[in-house]
């Protein structure tokens, strides 16, 4: 049998640290495929005007899975100073490469698990009752809608008549913003379809189900958003109802779901919401179970299997430059446990797990903020271990 053939995407800052790490710890576990590498990221942003460049494409979709290490992104102004001076004014607007991706290959169904490793010095404690100190067991799922909402990139500045004309047939734009000139007005739209809502619903319901977890959460705000919030939860109930009634549903606003995370964590189970929203929550339950360092996700379609899998991290070019590496592979190593579940590899996943959580509990090998240091060029000397340390601890344990 040929060997899987894998896109790895290093993409920009620690990104490339990180991922070689995590194929290290894939190598050492047994799984076996070829890697070939994919150009993302902002160097390609400012010498081609494209970060997603369409070879690039033509990889994922003829191989269909691929690892991402990390991007960076910046606002408008500085993305077009930073361009190639002979492509300046020549049209190119720079867009975030993975929202791209994501909506190219219709990658909505974005999960991002975060679960309390035992002895992980960054895990959340709070105080009993009685004054003992508790660590709840945090086992959450998110699901997060991946291509539609604010992230969609349906946005204007000073909006063209047209908008302008049908926001105005709004009441309440013509209300509160009739008298603004359209030249201080910025539009950022939230857009949902039922379909794409439907999709993101059944994926926690049927995780939920087949992962043993008792509740799904619809963590979104339909008390005001009362058309895009209400169709999902509205929808969630339908499908509850006449799906999952085995399953108990359950209902948040996304506000009062961040205060309640450090109330009660270990309550919930599968939670889903849209683009936004399960971007804020994701990272609300990372900071419980140690943080950026520890959170990984997958996006995928569950209709063409393509699957794209990357810790939630962002690129921290600060870091990049360090002459060696200090920064936590956790997340991505836990990214590409996702990527091997999603291929059927499971056994080779859990046997790295086992390894990562080991090497946490035994408390021996700790990066820079596991030991709770700023992250600055000498954490090593300070006896931090670095990126490679940390993977070579958790392939001593496979």
């Excluded at 700023?374 to 392939?395: F, L, P, Q, Y």
């Amino acid at each position: 049998m040929s060997k899987r053939t894998i896109v790895t995407m290093p993409g920009d800052g620690i990104g490339r640290a990180v991922l070689e790490a995590a194929l290290r710890v894939l190598d050492a576990a047994g799984f076996e495929a070829d890697y070939v590498e994919a150009d993302i990221g902002w160097e390609f942003w400012k010498s081609e005007g494209n970060p997603l460049p369409e070879r690039t494409i033509e990889l994922i979709k003829k191989h269909k899975i691929a690892l991402f290490g990390a991007i960076t992104s910046k606002p408008k102004d500085d993305a077009m100073a930073e361009l190639n001076p002979g492509l300046q004014n020549k049209g190119y607007v720079y867009a975030s490469p993975i929202v791209n991706l994501r909506q190219h290959f219709g990658l909505d169904v974005c999960m991002r698990p975060c679960h309390t490793y035992k002895g992980n010095p960054l895990n959340f404690i709070r105080r009993g009752g009685d004054g003992s100190i508790e660590e709840p067991e945090v086992d959450v799922v998110i699901f997060r809608q991946n291509t539609e909402g604010l992230y969609s990139g349906i946005e204007w500045s000073d909006p063209p008549e047209n908008v302008m004309e049908a926001l105005r047939s709004h009441p309440k734009f013509k209300k509160n913003f009739g008298d603004t000139p359209k030249n201080e007005i910025s539009i950022s739209t939230r857009v949902f379809t039922k379909k794409a809502v439907g999709r993101i619903l059944k994926a926690s319901f049927e995780y939920a189900r087949k992962n043993g977890y008792k509740s799904v959460t619809v963590c979104e705000k339909p008390n005001v958003l009362r058309e895009t919030s209400g169709m999902m939860y509205k929808m969630a109930k339908e499908m509850q109802k006449t799906e999952y009634p085995e399953i108990e549903l359950w209902n948040t606003n996304v506000d009062a779901q961040m205060m309640w995370l450090t109330k009660n964590p270990e309550t919930y189970g599968v939670i889903v919401a849209g683009n936004l929203f399960g971007d804020i929550i994701s990272d609300g339950f990372a900071g419980l179970i140690g943080g950026l360092g520890f959170a990984c996700s997958a996006q995928y379609n569950p209709e063409s299997g393509i699957g794209v899998f990357e810790p939630t991290h962002g690129s921290a070019p600060k870091y990049a430059d360090y002459p060696i590496s200090i920064v936590n592979p956790i997340a991505m190593i836990e990214s590409a446990c996702m990527m091997l579940d999603f291929i059927g590899e499971k056994a080779i996943a859990k046997k790295v797990r086992n390894a990562v959580a080991k090497v946490v509990q035994e408390g021996k090998v700790r990066t820079y903020d596991m030991l709770k240091m700023t992250g600055k060029a000498d954490v090593v000397e300070k006896g931090a271990a670095s990126t490679d340390e940390m993977a070579d601890a958790i392939i001593a344990n496979l």
